[in-house]
């Protein structure tokens, strides 16, 4: 299968992006048994465990991010996903097309604003979207066995999309499995279309998901 390209595809797989040492201090420093993790993905992690805060203040990632999205970067968001026999799940087709902030804000074309768990959530335009970038980080080895992420390379360039849309472009698009070790990156747009289906291994398989923007949001909005 041909190589992913960022600037073509949308998404490439860096290798070996963390070393050994940081897998294992991540995985070490990431409390499975933490209620929080109760869920598919948590908010903040950034702020509830040590080594991600390192994550989101680590030069490489910082560098990567940077330039590809040519600007000042931080990290605006970062969740963590695992898929065990016991907690496993399936996202269907779908782009990443929501940002979290501190309080709404009048800009135009984005919105909906809704208010889950005290955070203010809205979908934002492509522009917006083509200033962030996604970087999952693995923790553990990931195939198409163990659910990894699925992508359409290419299909960011279609904007955002509507659903029949979506159904279109998953119809006649190469679909694409992030096979990945340890330590590897699947960087992406988060317009880009991925989907990823249940486990069916007895296996953990932990992603840690951050997300980088180059934009600057109006005075006194934060990133939430
Ligand atoms: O980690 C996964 O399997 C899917 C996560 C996902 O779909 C997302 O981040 O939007």
Same mark, same amino acid.
């Given at each position: 299968m041909a190589k992913l390209e960022f600037e073509k595809?949308?998404?490439?797989?860096?290798?070996?992006?963390? /070393? +050994? =040492? $940081?897998?294992?201090?991540?995985?070490?420093?990431?409390?499975? &048994?933490?209620?929080?993790?109760?869920?598919?993905?948590?908010? &903040?992690?950034?702020?509830?465990?040590? /080594?991600?805060? +390192?994550?989101?203040?680590?030069d490489r990632l910082l560098s990567l991010a940077g330039n590809l999205l040519c600007g000042d970067v931080s990290l605006v968001r970062a969740l963590f996903f695992d898929k065990t026999p016991d907690k496993n799940w399936l996202v269907a087709w779908h782009q990443d097309k929501t940002v979290t902030l501190n309080a709404p804000a009048d800009l135009s074309g984005w919105g909906?604003? $809704?208010?889950?768990?005290?955070?203010?959530?809205?979908?934002?335009?492509?522009?917006?979207?083509?200033?962030?970038?996604?970087?999952?980080?693995?923790? =553990?080895? $990931?195939?198409?066995?163990n659910g990894c992420l699925e992508v359409i390379p290419g299909s960011h360039e279609h904007g955002v999309l509507? +659903?029949?849309?979506?159904?279109?472009?998953?119809? /006649?698009? +190469?679909?694409?499995?992030?096979?990945?070790?340890a330590g590897d990156a699947v960087v992406m747009r988060p317009h880009l279309?991925?989907? /990823?289906?249940?486990? $069916?291994?007895p296996s953990h398989r932990r992603v840690v998901h951050l997300e980088f923007s180059s934009f600057e949001l109006p005075a006194g909005r934060s990133w939430a």
């Open positions: 595809d949308g998404v490439e797989i860096r290798r070996s992006l963390l /070393s +050994r =040492d $940081t897998v294992e201090s991540v995985k070490t420093d990431i409390d499975l &048994n933490s209620p929080e993790l109760r869920k598919h993905g948590i908010r &903040n992690l950034e702020k509830k465990f040590e /080594s991600i805060a +390192r994550l989101g203040s680590d909906p604003w $809704t208010l889950k768990d005290g955070v203010h959530h809205a979908q934002v335009p492509e522009s917006v979207l083509n200033q962030m970038l996604t970087i999952r980080l693995h923790l =553990d080895s $990931t195939d198409e066995g509507e +659903r029949h849309e979506i159904a279109e472009l998953v119809g /006649s698009g +190469r679909v694409f499995p992030c096979v990945a070790d279309l991925h989907r /990823s289906q249940k486990s $069916t291994q």
